[in-house]
C-alpha cells in the first residue's frame, strides 16, 4: 500500500529539522558555543526552534501514517497535513525572530489544532473499521 500523503509529509519535515538543525549548527560555529547556548539568546532561541520540531513532528507523522492506512489519502488528510506545515514553519519563523511573536502562536495554535484534529480522524476511522 502506498502513503503518499504521509511520505510527503515526513520528506517535507525531514528538510524542515535538517534546516534547522543546520541554523543551530552555523550559530554554534559563529558563536563559538559547543554545549548549551552559551548564555546567547539568538543560539537559545534556534535550539529550542529545532528540539520543538523534533517534538511535535514524529508523534504527528505516526498519527497521519495511521490514519491514511485506515482511511486513505483524502481531503482531510491533506489539509491536516498542509495545516501541520504552515504551522510549523510559522512557529520556526516567529520564534526565531522573537521570544513573543505572532507567528510564534499562530504556530503553536496550528500545531496543536492539527494533532487534536488528527487524533480525532484516526480514533474515527479505528472506531468506524472496528
Not at 519535515?13 to 535538517?18: A, K, R, S, V
Not at 534556534?46 to 481531503?75: K, Q, S, W
Not at 491533506?78 to 510559522?90: D, M
Amino acid at each position: 500500500m502506498q502513503i503518499p500523503v504521509t511520505a510527503a509529509c515526513a520528506a517535507l519535515c525531514g528538510l524542515l529539522i535538517l534546516v534547522l538543525a543546520i541554523r543551530v549548527s552555523r550559530l554554534r560555529l559563529r558563536l563559538r558555543v559547543s554545549i548549551g547556548d552559551g548564555g546567547n539568546a539568538e543560539l537559545g532561541r534556534a535550539i529550542r526552534v529545532h528540539a520543538n520540531t523534533v517534538e511535535f513532528v514524529p508523534i504527528f507523522v505516526l498519527l497521519a501514517l495511521c490514519y491514511e492506512l485506515y482511511a486513505g489519502a483524502n481531503i482531510a488528510l491533506i489539509g491536516l497535513v498542509g495545516l501541520f506545515l504552515l504551522g510549523r514553519l510559522a512557529f520556526a519563523v516567529g520564534f526565531s525572530l522573537a521570544p513573543v511573536h505572532p507567528l510564534r502562536r499562530l504556530g503553536a495554535a496550528l500545531s496543536y489544532l492539527t494533532l487534536l484534529l488528527m487524533s480525532v480522524l484516526l480514533l474515527a476511522a479505528v472506531v468506524t473499521a472496528i
